[in-house]
Nanobody
Framework: QVQLVESGGGLVQAGGSLRLACAAS????????IGWFRHAPVKEREVVAT????????DYADSVKDRFSISRDNAKNAVYLQMYNLKPEDTAVYYCAADPAAQLPHVPRYWGQGTQVTVSS
């Protein structure tokens, strides 16, 4: 099975950028569909961006389209979430998740521990 570790979170001002990384170990990240989720206080967890197992199809929540970009680096066995023009409402704990299915299901099998992103106004 795969282990996932997120990094790159932090405190940033509105309009700023961050790049989150999800380092995989134990199995090749190319064997999984991968997604980034976020969970903010008093809100439900939501999927932010996904990339399918083959790596050719990405999808984004409407709230982050044109601001966030998901990518995969098979050589580094990692997945990234580049975030631009961050807004206070992007504040949340961001999680990386993986599933061996071709497309990421609603509840992926494997999860990282999360990384906090805080956007100040």
């Amino acid at each position: 099975q795969v282990q996932l570790v997120e990094s790159g979170g932090g405190l940033v001002q509105a309009g700023g950028s961050l790049r989150l990384a999800c380092a995989a170990s134990g199995r090749a990240v190319s064997s999984y569909a991968i997604g980034w989720f976020r969970h903010a206080p008093v809100k439900e967890r939501e999927v932010v961006a996904t990339i399918n197992r083959l790596g050719g199809i990405t999808d984004y929540a409407d709230s982050v389209k044109d601001r966030f970009s998901i990518s995969r680096d098979n050589a580094k066995n990692a997945v990234y979430l580049q975030m631009y023009n961050l807004k206070p409402e992007d504040t949340a704990v961001y999680y990386c998740a993986a599933d061996p299915a071709a497309q990421l299901p609603h509840v992926p099998r494997y999860w990282g521990q999360g990384t906090q992103v805080t956007v100040s106004s």
